[in-house]
């Protein structure tokens, strides 16, 4: 099973930028579609990302579509997710998930691996 790790994540000012990063372990990041989820105090985790095992492939939640990219480099091991112009309802722990399965999910169940979560605050 992967392993995932995630940091970058910190305190920001509105319309600020951050760049979370996660680091796989103990497979090679090449067989699994990656994504972003977040979840805030008091609510359920949302799905934020995704990107296909090639990288050829990405889809965002509307929340966040044109202010965040994902990507990854499979040879590092790595995945990312840039975030720009953030806002304060982007405040939230931050995941990244893995999944063995092919195609496109929103869904947090069909992610088979998961990191430990990395803190966004974002001020006003």
């Known amino acids: 099973q992967v392993r995932l790790v995630e940091s970058g994540g910190g305190l920001v000012q509105a319309a600020g930028s951050l760049r979370l990063s996660c680091t796989a372990s103990g497979r090679t990041i090449g067989n699994y579609d990656l994504a972003w989820f977040r979840q805030a105090p008091g609510k359920e985790r949302e799905f934020v990302a995704y990107?296909?095992?090639?990288?050829?492939?990405?889809y965002y939640a509307d929340s966040v579509k044109g202010r965040f990219t994902t990507s990854r480099d499979n040879i590092k091991n790595m995945g990312y997710l840039q975030m720009n112009s953030l806002k304060p309802e982007d405040t939230a722990t931050y995941y990244c998930?893995?999944?063995?399965?092919?195609?496109?999910?929103?869904?947090?169940?069909?992610?088979?691996?998961w990191g430990q979560g990395t803190q966004v605050t974002v001020s006003s």
């Open positions: 990107i296909n095992r090639l990288g050829s492939i990405s």
């Open positions: 998930a893995a999944k063995i399965s092919w195609g496109i999910s929103t869904g947090a169940s069909n992610y088979d691996a």
